[in-house]
């Protein structure tokens, strides 16, 4: 098992940068791959952006690409999101996810993760 705790969130401008971090527990870290999804305010959990156990393969929503980074750190069992240029529409609750894979594996559906943190509020103001 892995427990996640993100962080990072907060109330932002328009254009602004925020990055998120996820902590995992655990001595495996390195053998699970690793999602961020967010839940705006009346909508369904989506993907955002994943990433395989090493870190060499990656996935973005449309929605994000070119403005989202997602990176890993195996030595520190932290996962980050690096957002940039901000925008209103990305105002949600952002979850970590985990998932035993195999090592180019990067599941991109909810449906996909096992594991689950307890979420960060971003807000965006326009």
Do not use: H
Not at 5 to 34: I, K, P, W
């Amino acid at each position: 098992q892995v427990q996640l705790v993100e962080s990072g969130g907060g109330l932002v401008q328009a254009g602004d940068s925020l990055r998120l971090s996820c902590a995992a527990s655990g001595r495996t870290f390195s053998s699970y791959a690793m999602g961020w999804f967010r839940q705006p305010p009346g909508k369904e959990r989506e993907s955002v952006a994943v990433i395989n156990r090493s870190g060499g393969s990656t996935y973005y929503a449309d929605s994000v690409k070119g403005r989202f980074i997602i990176s890993r750190d195996n030595t520190k069992n932290t996962v980050y999101l690096q957002m940039s240029s901000l925008k209103p529409e990305d105002t949600a609750i952002y979850y970590c996810a985990a998932q035993q894979a195999a090592p180019y594996y990067r599941p991109i559906r909810a449906n996909d993760y096992d594991y689950w943190g307890q979420g960060t509020q971003v807000t965006v103001s326009s």
